[in-house]
T-cell receptor, first 111, second 113 residues
Framework: QKEVEQDPGPLSVPEGAIVSLNCTYS??????FMWYRQYSRKGPELLMY????GNKEDGRFTAQVDKSSKYISLFIRDSQPSDSATYLC???????????FGAGTTVTVRA | NAGVTQTPKFQVLKTGQSMTLQCAQD?????MYWYRQDPGMGLRLIYY???????DKGEVPNGYNVSRLNKREFSLRLESAAPSQTSVYFC????????????FGQGTRLTVV
């Protein structure tokens, strides 16, 4: 069983819809939770990160962490065609170098 | 500002051939990483270097070697390429081990036939 599970999709939504992405994990020691965005044929780039449990909002993006359920989510409001990309969740322990990635979910926002 | 630069961008190798993937960063970061990305597997860490002069194995190090040439450069070598090493390889860097943000290069698409 993988340490981080993420539904690979693909997910196709109309422009303006809310996109909901999630990951589950098994390692209770994870404390940093990140979402990376990867456009086609490009390297991943950090979108947001959250420390421990709770919510974080940045513009149209909201990240949620529920450590009791070992479940994290990313919501994209008012989705745009430019949001079409693969979204990867990643997690790490506080004192560890190692990032554990999910498989990534491919999202297409239709104009 | 280039960030993380990888060369080459594409490569086709025959089974048994060797090659070195180059990576350089201009952000004065201490830590550098090599990942491979395969469909359905996400990013898996091959090797990392916490600082100049140190390297450590990651999750999938077999068949690879690395060299941290200086603070800027971190190379990945395949001594005898195998079809199972067909993948997209990403180099990344971060200020330190504990930093949450890693900056990635554009990737090298390697096919071993």
């Amino acid at each position: 069983q993988k340490e981080v599970e993420q539904d690979p999709g693909p997910l196709s939504v109309p422009e303006g819809a809310i996109v909901s992405l999630n990951c589950t994990y098994s390692n209770s020691a994870f404390q940093y939770f990140m979402w990376y965005r990867q456009y086609s044929r490009k390297g991943p780039e950090l979108l947001m990160y959250t420390y421990s449990s709770g919510n974080k909002e940045d513009g149209r993006f909201t990240a949620q962490v529920d450590k009791s359920s070992k479940y994290i989510s990313l919501f994209i409001r008012d989705s745009q065609p430019s949001d079409s990309a693969t979204y990867l969740c990643a997690m790490k322990n506080a004192n560890d170098y190692k990032l554990s990635f999910g498989a990534g979910t491919t999202v297409t926002v239709r104009a | 500002n280039a960030g993380v630069t990888q060369t080459p961008k594409f490569q086709v190798l025959k089974t048994g051939q060797s090659m070195t993937l180059q990576c350089a960063q201009d952000m004065n970061h201490n830590s550098m990483y090599w990942y491979r990305q395969d469909p359905g597997m996400g990013l898996r860490l091959i090797y990392y270097s916490a600082s100049e002069g140190t390297t450590d194995k990651g999750e999938v190090p077999n068949g690879y070697n690395v060299s941290r040439l200086n603070k800027r450069e971190f190379s990945l070598r395949l001594e005898s390429a195998a079809p199972s090493q067909t993948s997209v390889y990403f180099c990344a860097s971060s200020e330190s081990n504990s930093n949450t943000e890693a900056f990635f290069g554009q990737g090298t698409r390697l096919t071993v036939v």
